[in-house]
Every structure is written in structure tokens, then in C-alpha cells.
């Protein structure tokens, strides 16, 4: 495998189910984000980690939660979701120079979740 | 209130023609700015970045245009080839926040 790989690709669930979202990245890179973009919106920033540490939690609810047990895995964990939302999740990584700037963010293809 | 706008949802452009893509951002904090680019069922590739302290970057067929006056980019593709056919987003980094911030988006259509 290369690049960021997420699983599953697709995902029906109901509003009581508990469920997870994996991804991996194979690039050797020290920070990973979760994304959520719903249908004509921009992409959202969900949860950033960086060198394995929660660094930004842009206000989402408890309802989603992240789980980073290494640099090359991320998870996000769902449970008692509601129908808006459904979206697509895309993960990225990237590698962050030590003194700030900006580096390219990789991205995986995403999981389409439909809740139910 | 969005701080990075596509106000286009959507541009048809004949093959071998030019394709300009629109970008307004609010934020005058914004320090680089980044086209991705989206085929269906697959995440969202780098397609070419500028530093706020330029007013252009070049890479073949790919412009980006920075007007921090008047807080505008736009994204040239010269010629447009089919292939090209995707939802371009612009994005922009603020490396006080760490966070990219994206537009809504453009649906590129290359007509044959």
C-alpha cells in the first residue's frame, strides 16, 4: 500500500450503532487530520494530531471520537450518530517542519458515511 | 462566515482553451495559499501552492495568480485538456492556527 489508505470506503449505519473509520498513512509523516466534507460545503477540519498529540478540536461534537495510536494510524470512532451526519470523511497527513510552516497534505479517499 | 469562497459551483470550457478558477478569502492572515484537485471516489490531490509573498507560481500548465490587495486568487490552466475534468478547491494556510481552510469548490467540466 501507499499513500493514505482508509477503510471502509462506504459505511450505512443507524443512530444507535457504534462504528469506526480507520486510516494509514505510509509516507512516514508525523501529523494526521480528519475532514469532513458534506454535500456543496467546503471541506471541515475535524481533529489534527501531531507527533501522535490531539494539537486542534474545532468544536465537533462527542459524538465523534479520535483515537491516534501511532503516527501511521488514526481512527475515528462514531457512536449514536444523526442523519446530518452523513458526509464524506476524508483523512490526510503530512509532514510538519519542527519551527511551524506549511508542508503538502496527503489525502486519502475518504469513507462515505450514511447514517440512517 | 466562510473565510475561503468559491463563488463559481460550476465552469464548462472548451479543450484547449483556458480554464480560470476563482478564489476570495477573507483572512489577511492567510500566509500560503494551494489548489487541490478531486476526481470522484478519490481524495483531493495537490495540484500547486503560493506564499503570500509572491504574486505568482508557475508549473506547466498550471498559474496561480495572487492578488492579496484585493484578497483574490485564481488558478489558470492553459491549455485545458479533458483530463483536467474535476472539482478544483482552493485553500488557504494560516500558520499561526495550523489549519488549512478550503472552499466549497469548482466543478471543472473540458468539453472535447
Known amino acids: 500500500e501507499t499513500g493514505v489508505t482508509q477503510t471502509p470506503r462506504h459505511l450505512v449505519m443507524g443512530m444507535t450503532n457504534k462504528k469506526s473509520l480507520k486510516c494509514e498513512q505510509h509516507l512516514g509523516h508525523n501529523a494526521m487530520y480528519w475532514y469532513k466534507q458534506s454535500a456543496k460545503k467546503p471541506l471541515e477540519l475535524m481533529f489534527v494530531?501531531?507527533?501522535?498529540?490531539?494539537?486542534e478540536n474545532n468544536s465537533v461534537p462527542s459524538r465523534f471520537s479520535p483515537e491516534c495510536p501511532n503516527s501511521s494510524h488514526l481512527f475515528l470512532h462514531l457512536h449514536t450518530l444523526q442523519p446530518e451526519d452523513s458526509a464524506l470523511y476524508l483523512c490526510?497527513?503530512?509532514?510538519?517542519?519542527?519551527?511551524?510552516?506549511?508542508?503538502?497534505?496527503?489525502f486519502g479517499p475518504g469513507t462515505r458515511l450514511t447514517v440512517l | 462566515d466562510q473565510q475561503v469562497k468559491q463563488n463559481s459551483p460550476s465552469l464548462s470550457v472548451q479543450e484547449g482553451r483556458i480554464s480560470i478558477l476563482n478564489c476570495d478569502y477573507t483572512n489577511s492572515m492567510f500566509d500560503y495559499f494551494l489548489w487541490y484537485k478531486k476526481y470522484p471516489a478519490e481524495g483531493p490531490t495537490f495540484l500547486i501552492s503560493?506564499?503570500?509573498?509572491?504574486d505568482k507560481n508557475e508549473d506547466g500548465r498550471f498559474t496561480v495568480f495572487l492578488n492579496k490587495s484585493a484578497k483574490h486568487l485564481s488558478l489558470h490552466i492553459v491549455p485545458s485538456q479533458p483530463g483536467d475534468s474535476a472539482v478544483y478547491f482552493c485553500a488557504a494556510f494560516a500558520g499561526s492556527a495550523r489549519q488549512l481552510t478550503f472552499g466549497s469548490g469548482t466543478q471543472l467540466t473540458v468539453l472535447p
Open positions: 494530531y501531531s507527533l501522535e498529540e490531539r494539537v
Open positions: 503560493i506564499s503570500s509573498i509572491k
Open positions: 490526510a497527513s503530512s509532514q510538519d517542519p519542527p519551527s511551524g510552516g506549511y508542508n503538502e497534505q496527503f
